[in-house]
């Protein structure tokens, strides 16, 4: 996640439902300094917006359309990743286009040490609603952002 920092992690899982509605689990880690001076350890890294803290992403859905799903952003060479969720109104059924809203957050440090906050974190930036009702989020990821769906190869 930072540029000249030990790689982080990101660790994305299944959790199956046995029906069509399991989904996946993204958390993310980064190898930050302790504040006692001990060795760097593995910190999870959240993301804040005006609900609170998310310790983990979830993409959610059914077999006809996903309702929420996110993508991870990370300049070649540079910090500053970029966490995007889209999300959509259930509607009448998972089958219902409907319009998409994207919330960008941008990758934090928390060098000052302010009290509450972690070393490293996703704070909310601002938010766009898509041009075009999608069924899919992952659709709408691609149409209106061009970003590719990390499932498919």
Same mark, same amino acid.
């Given at each position: 996640?930072?540029?000249?920092?030990?790689?982080?992690?990101?660790?994305?899982? $299944?959790?199956?439902?046995?029906?069509? $509605?399991?989904?996946?689990? #993204?958390?993310?880690?980064?190898?930050?300094?302790?504040?006692?001076?001990?060795?760097?350890?593995?910190?999870?890294?959240?993301?804040?917006? %005006?609900?609170?803290? $998310?310790?983990?992403?979830?993409?959610?859905?059914?077999?006809?359309? #996903? #309702?929420?799903?996110?993508?991870?952003?990370?300049?070649?060479?540079?910090? @500053?990743?970029?966490?995007?969720?889209? *999300?959509? %109104?259930?509607?009448?059924?998972?089958?219902?286009?409907?319009?998409?809203?994207?919330?960008?957050?941008?990758?934090?440090?928390?060098?000052? @040490? *302010?009290?509450?906050?972690?070393?490293?974190?996703? *704070?909310?930036?601002? *938010?766009?609603?898509?041009?075009?009702?999608?069924?899919?989020?992952?659709? %709408?990821?691609?149409?209106? #952002?061009?970003?590719?769906?990390?499932?498919?190869?």
């Amino acid at each position: 996640l930072l540029a000249g920092a030990p790689a982080g992690m990101a660790v994305l899982a $299944h959790r199956e439902n046995f029906n069509a $509605h399991g989904f996946d689990v #993204l958390t993310l880690y980064q190898p930050m300094p302790s504040v006692r001076g001990e060795p760097a350890s593995w910190q999870i890294v959240p993301a804040f917006d %005006a609900q609170g803290e $998310h310790l983990t992403l979830a993409a959610s859905g059914g077999a006809d359309c #996903l #309702l929420r799903d996110f993508r991870l952003l990370q300049p070649v060479g540079r910090s @500053g990743a970029t966490l995007i969720i889209a *999300e959509r %109104a259930l509607g009448d059924s998972y089958a219902s286009p409907a319009p998409v809203t994207f919330r960008f957050y941008r990758l934090r440090r928390n060098d000052a @040490g *302010e009290v509450g906050r972690p070393g490293l974190y996703f *704070e909310f930036d601002h *938010e766009q609603t898509s041009a075009q009702p999608h069924c899919d989020v992952g659709e %709408a990821f691609g149409h209106e #952002l061009g970003l590719k769906d990390y499932r498919r190869k």
